[in-house]
Structures are given as structure tokens and as C-alpha cells.
């Protein structure tokens, strides 16, 4: 289209916030809140680290890490890296675009097959 037809370019601009993290992400919870926005929080699923260990120590102050007490805050620990909230239509652009581009990664690597 030329601009008589309405349309323009645009030039955007990317900056990275000196706040800005990368973190890994596995999994996703979330839902509807009471404003009717979308919220999600991101997380990354790990085997569960335990509560606290007792070790049984050595006359020469060693303990053996394997032997001794645990107790477990669980199997699995599902650590949040990050919540977001967004408009409903923001969410619905962003899951598109994450599974094309899950897509394109997928056939990427099988042709690298």
C-alpha cells in the first residue's frame, strides 16, 4: 500500500531493562483474574532439594552426605521465575506466536536430523 492508501511505516525500537533476566521455564499456571485479564506464572520443575539433612559425623568432623536424616518438602519443586499479567488479546497474540514458533524449532531440528 502507498501512504495515499493510509498506511506508514513504523521504526521500533528494542531495549534490554538493566532488570532484565533470561531464566529457564518448563512450565506454566495460571488463569483468569478478577479483572478478567490473563495471568501466568512461569516456572522451571526440578527435583525437590530437602528441608534439612542430619548428618552423622566422624570423629574426624566428616559426614557422609548419603547416610543420615532427611526430611523432603516434596518430590518436585516447581520454582516461579517470573508472573505476568496481560490483556486477554495480548495473551491470545503471544500463545500464537509461541506455538509457531515452537513449530518452526521442531521442524528445524528434525531437518538437522
Known sequence: MSEEQGSREV??????SQSAVSVPVNGVWGGISNDLSVWAAFYH??????NYI???VDKHGRGDPNKGDRVAR???TREVQVT???????????G????QKGKDAVKERESRK
Do not use: C
Open 11 to 16: 521504526s521500533i525500537t528494542f531495549e534490554r
Open 45 to 50: 520443575e526440578r527435583g525437590a532439594l530437602p
Open 54 to 56: 542430619t548428618l552423622e
Open 74 to 76: 516434596g518430590d518436585v
Open 84 to 94: 505476568m499479567q496481560m490483556s486477554p488479546e495480548s495473551a491470545i497474540s503471544i
Open 96 to 99: 500464537n506466536w509461541l506455538i
